[in-house]
């Protein structure tokens, strides 16, 4: 498997860690005050540095159909390192009965909260699946993301192979969870990382994917952690880096330096994203895919120590709070970035019969 080059100087990737610490526990405008012509600089050099490695590529990450539960332990878990687990979900459940139409079936009439991540400040409406799912299919942008299917609906632990999923997990973890994601063809989540374990299983349709390793994090400078995840923030008032329709004119013109990897998921494909991984997300046709994820702190600390640190001193809300809101329902975890998780909950507790 082709790997990523590492064409960033260790002493530069020093002083960026620097800077992101000094962001995290003084805020980024304070600090930018002190040291921004030093910070201006030290981007420039970091230009010439990429600049003099040549361009970047974007690789299709591996695809393995003959991967032992030892050799995906070893080497892909335990060193961080995307794969493709080629058709290891064809035979469950969820990838040959689900479709949009299963569920509006089944859960149409389930309340549920819907936040668009793509747009600042997360605006939020309480609606229906069936109603999100009849917008999918009139080509509507509504994108419901960590559906939390299983709270809802426990029973449906028997589409999966939940005994696979286990066996895959690092020993010691916690905050395991199942998270869905419904949506129409061309839909994306933007640029994001965080600190949990995801085996992603496509059920329905097709997703391409485009990642990053966290060694880049730099390139995508986030804003200090608030929650239990990180976004590439918005640098222009189309938003953030978009990998799907690539453009390295300032402020995004170090992007062209990089190497990423591109991963197609086609239904009974599962994809291991390791922790801190920076990934973006566009669905091919209408889409359904599951996130099993969890939280193993000593291998998310070994991957990323210095993210990693950061994260237990994330404070909208504090990474305890944001796993235990992430499980009851994540769209929760945006709330409370946002601000709105009191404004919200008050709202239900005044209409109990809601969400």
């Known amino acids: ?25 003084f805020g980024r405008a304070r600090v930018f005050k002190i040291v921004g012509k030093r910070r201006r600089t030290f981007y420039k050099n970091v230009h ?8 970047g590529k974007i690789i299709p990450i591996e695809r393995r159909t003959d991967l032992s539960l030892k050799e995906f332990k070893d080497h892909y878990v335990k060193k ?18 689900w479709s949009l139409g299963y569920f509006k079936d089944l859960h149409g009439k389930d309340e549920i909260l819907l936040v668009n991540q793509e747009i600042v400040g997360y605006p939020y409406e309480k609606t ?3 109603d999100v799912i009849d917008n999918i299919r ?40 199942f998270q869905l994601f419904i949506g129409g063809k061309n839909t994306i989540t933007s ?8 085996l992603f299983v496509q059920a329905y349709g097709e997703k391409k994917w485009v990642l990053y390793s966290h060694y880049y994090s730099m390139i995508f400078d986030p804003d200090p952690v608030r929650n239990i995840y990180r976004h590439g923030p918005h640098k222009t008032e ?42 973006a997300v566009k669905n091919q046709t209408d889409s359904i895919g599951v996130g099993f994820r969890w939280f193993a702190p000593f291998n998310a ?33 945006n709330l409370a970035e946002t601000g709105k998780l009191q404004e919200f909950l008050k709202e239900r507790n005044n209409h109990p019969n809601t969400i």
């Open 1 to 25: 498997m082709y790997a990523f080059r590492r064409n960033i100087k260790p002493a530069q990737r020093f002083e960026y860690g620097i800077y992101q610490i000094l962001d995290h526990f």
């Open 48 to 55: 010439a540095t990429l600049k003099a490695s040549g361009e």
């Open 80 to 97: 961080g390192i995307p794969v493709i687990l080629e058709g290891a979900a064809k035979n469950w459940d969820c990838a040959n009965k």
């Open 128 to 130: 229906t699946l069936g």
């Open 138 to 177: 009139a080509g509507g942008k509504k994108y419901y993301r960590f559906y939390p299917l299983l709270d809802k609906h426990p029973e449906h632990i028997n589409d999966f192979d939940y005994k696979w999923l286990l066996e895959r997990c690092d020993k010691i973890k916690t905050f395991e969870s």
């Open 191 to 198: 640029f994001h990382n965080a600190a949990s374990s995801n």
């Open 238 to 279: 189309k938003g953030p880096y978009d990998p799907f329709n690539p453009n390295y004119d300032y402020p995004y013109t170090l992007f062209k330096y990089i190497d990423g990897y591109e991963v197609h998921l086609k239904p009974g494909d599962v994809l291991w994203n390791p922790p801190f991984y920076w990934h």
């Open 301 to 333: 600390l070994k991957i990323a120590p210095l993210y990693m640190c950061l994260d237990f001193f994330a404070r909208n809300p504090p990474i305890w709070k944001g796993y235990k809101l992430a499980n009851k329902d994540f769209n929760l975890v």
